[in-house]
């Protein structure tokens, strides 16, 4: 095989051949697996002759000859001229159809550019017979400074605003009656709470929509579909009133049971789930029933009705495979008679029409949940809070769910999101993750991304994007191959940007990158470019020679925070707890030990206690966990966090509580307990707890240009 030709295609697909390590180091992509992972990215190279076909599709796909080869949805700046993959020849006439409902028309300039439409959105451009949609996007998200005076038309945005929120981890809320998880309900209390200490806002773990066939299936970043919403985290209570959900549970037999299951510490999620799904089976069936004879239910039933219209086909299809998964049972699509994979065949068609009750249960559940989600977006911003909900989005979806299952022709097979090995993942990580193709999504007009954005706008005032490293290139492991034998696809970085920012605005809503991990050069920079927030972490803000740095030397271009869902929380780094977990599994570079590692935390913990002003003597060398009270820590990293000169400050409720326990142990599954552990007290008590309120108000005395 001619390898110059190799590499020629391998380029040309995205492959990125070399790029530096954390570590500073080169690497490069081996022959071998840019053979490997070509084909599963759509151009088969197993031969010269293959290599040359692959490359004349993605000259067409690339370079289009003429507009009537153009994918269907193409992006743009506002306030930019607009240049067309393909060429357009001087005086070529446009039109140009506004969604305002303005229309222009015109004539390429001498560059074969059209000009400027003069405002953000998605218009439809008119070629000849060739019609496409234009996505122009404006120059920068919502911002902070903007949030910070919504609702106050005639004020500029406050670019001197610092404002704090929390981070909470969704199912770990507790209230009364909440059946052994957390739920939207608790959501709602957490944040009418919050916003009265001045908070502006909520950063929630993942709620994309999971398996209602496989309950035991939990991990929030391993979602069946990052197009619609967790079923378990309803709480019908606010549509149907309390009575009418306690008379569901009797009617099931269950009051005792979902008791058991609100004491424990960890949730039982496939027991919850069962029990949960259950009730809720009653609950719809009182309510389909009802609607014929209660008027109020008659009322909501129009309600509902309504939702399913609105909800489309991306509705439709995932709950006629959630039906599907409940008949054929917890396993892979990819795994069920042939006629049931596709979801436009007539035999899928059939089913729901045979089984139109159970796909409505399935819609039923997701319109409690967006109403849950709704109501708690409208009490934090009712009762304050600029921003309100910050929603999270995973970066892959689970290949054996919806999304993967109903957007074939957009995702990647074969492949699974990882990342390389690292200084904290010294072995690299493989995610298990099903990814868009870079290529499929340009080829589909950007349909999933686009819609991705706005399911997870909708009942939020932010969004928190999960690796958006993965807007530029993703680390992809062939399928049976280790994570460090995996490599780098870039993609359409500048498209999902402009898109990004498009929903942003349109939402009123703020963007966070989480950007940790191996960065490519100039990245951060094209994400300030666009007005999105970086992520900076306590653990990783350090100078050259590891001290922790001051606060007023963070960056003002990123959301400041003390940790996340993957690190130790403030008391289990200070115990030390991370480096027992890590060192049972045996998660520890090669080169460290128990013992080194509890050795260099004793000297971090002087950094650290240095920093936040807490070092008595200047020459401590080391400070064991026993030897400075935890609850210091915790206020001078409120204090600290505070201090920063963040446009967004965001204190996780585990280092608000001061618990030792991180909510995911990288590397593991089962044997840490991962996305199962619960708090105390309850949402509506947790922030009256007087150490805890004393931690706020040194978080909220310290951003003196809060809003």
């Not at 193409?74 to 305002?100: K, M």
Request: aromatic share 8%.
């Amino acid at each position: 095989m001619n390898e110059s030709l190799l590499r020629k295609l391998a380029l040309a697909a995205g492959l990125v051949l070399e790029w530096t390590d954390s570590e500073g180091q080169s690497q490069y992509l081996e022959p071998d697996t840019q053979k490997l992972l070509l084909p599963l990215l759509g151009f088969p190279a197993s031969s010269d002759q293959e290599i040359h076909s692959s490359l004349e599709e993605l000259e067409r796909l690339q370079h289009p000859a003429d507009p009537s080869q153009l994918p269907s949805l193409i992006t743009a700046d506002q306030g930019s001229a607009i240049r067309l993959p393909c060429p357009l020849a001087p005086a070529t006439r446009y039109v140009i159809e506004l969604e305002s409902g303005q229309r222009h028309e015109g004539e390429a300039d001498e560059r074969g550019r059209i000009p400027d439409p003069g405002e953000a959105g998605y218009h439809q451009l008119k070629l000849g017979d060739t019609q496409l949609t234009l996505a122009v996007a404006p120059a920068r998200c919502f911002s902070v400074a903007e949030a910070a005076v919504k609702g106050h038309a005639d004020n500029p945005p406050d670019h001197s605003a610092r404002l704090w929120g929390l981070a909470a981890q969704l199912y770990s809320l507790r209230r009364p009656g909440d059946g052994g998880m957390g739920d939207s309900l608790a959501l709602e209390h957490l944040c009418r709470n919050a916003a009265e200490q001045g908070a502006s806002s909520v950063t929630v773990s993942p709620t994309h929509a999971m398996f209602s066939s496989d309950p035991g299936h939990y991990s929030p970043y391993s979602p069946s579909s990052r197009l619609l919403r967790n079923a378990l985290y309803c709480a019908p209570e606010g549509v149907f009133g309390e009575s009418r959900v306690r008379a569901a549970v009797t009617r099931c037999g269950l009051e005792q049971r979902l008791e058991d299951l609100e004491s424990l510490e960890l949730i039982d999620w496939s027991a919850v789930g069962r029990a949960k799904l259950t009730w809720l089976r009653a609950l719809y069936e009182d309510f389909a029933e009802g609607r014929s004879w209660n008027r109020n239910d008659s009322s909501l039933f129009e309600q509902f009705m309504k939702f399913r219209e609105q909800g489309g086909d991306t509705l439709e299809d995932h709950c006629r495979f959630e039906a599907l998964s409940n008949w054929q049972g917890p396993g892979s699509w990819r795994n069920w008679p042939e006629e049931f994979r596709d979801p436009g065949s007539a035999a899928v068609e059939k089913f729901a029409q045979d089984h139109a009750d159970e796909v409505s249960f399935h819609a039923f559940l997701q319109w409690l949940v967006a109403d849950g989600l709704q109501r708690a977006q409208d009490a934090a911003l009712g009762a304050g809070m600029a921003v309100g909900l910050v929603a999270d989005l995973a970066v892959g979806a689970d290949g054996s769910g919806s999304q993967a299952w109903s957007r074939q022709g957009e995702m990647l097979t074969g492949v699974s999101i990882g990342a390389p090995p690292d200084s904290f993942n010294v072995h690299g990580q493989d995610w298990g993750l099903c990814s868009f193709s870079p290529h499929g999504l340009v080829r589909s007009g950007f349909r999933s991304f686009i819609d991705m954005l706005q399911a997870n706008f909708a009942q939020a005032g932010g969004l928190r994007i999960d690796h958006i490293l993965g807007f530029l290139r993703l680390w992809l492991v062939p399928e049976g191959k280790l994570p460090d034998q995996g490599g780098y696809v870039r993609f359409p970085l500048e498209d999902l940007l402009r898109l990004t920012a498009l929903e942003s605005v349109r939402h009123e809503a703020v963007v966070v990158g989480e950007d940790l991990g191996t960065v490519a050069p100039g990245f951060r920079e094209k994400l300030s470019d666009r007005g999105i927030l970086g992520m900076n972490v306590l653990w990783f803000e350090r100078n050259a020679v590891q001290d922790f740095l001051p606060a007023d030397q963070w960056s003002p271009e990123a959301m400041a925070t003390t940790s996340t869902h993957d690190l130790p929380t403030l008391a289990g780094w200070w115990a030390g707890r991370d480096i027992e977990w890590r060192g049972k599994f045996g998660l520890l570079p090669e080169t460290e030990t128990v013992e080194t590692e509890r050795k260099t935390r004793a000297k971090d913990r002087v950094r650290l206690a240095r920093t936040l002003g807490l070092v008595e003597h200047p020459d401590t060398e080391e400070i064991e966990a026993s030897d400075m009270p935890v609850s210091r820590i915790l206020a001078g990293c409120a204090r600290h966090l505070g201090c920063t000169p963040s446009p967004l400050a965001i204190l996780p409720v585990e280092d608000l509580l001061g618990l030792e326990e991180q909510a995911n142990l990288p590397g593991t599954i089962t044997e840490h307990p991962n996305w199962r552990r619960r708090w105390s007290p309850d949402s509506q008590e947790m922030l009256k707890v007087e150490e805890v309120r004393q931690r706020l108000r040194e978080l909220d005395n310290a951003r003196p240009l809060r809003h």
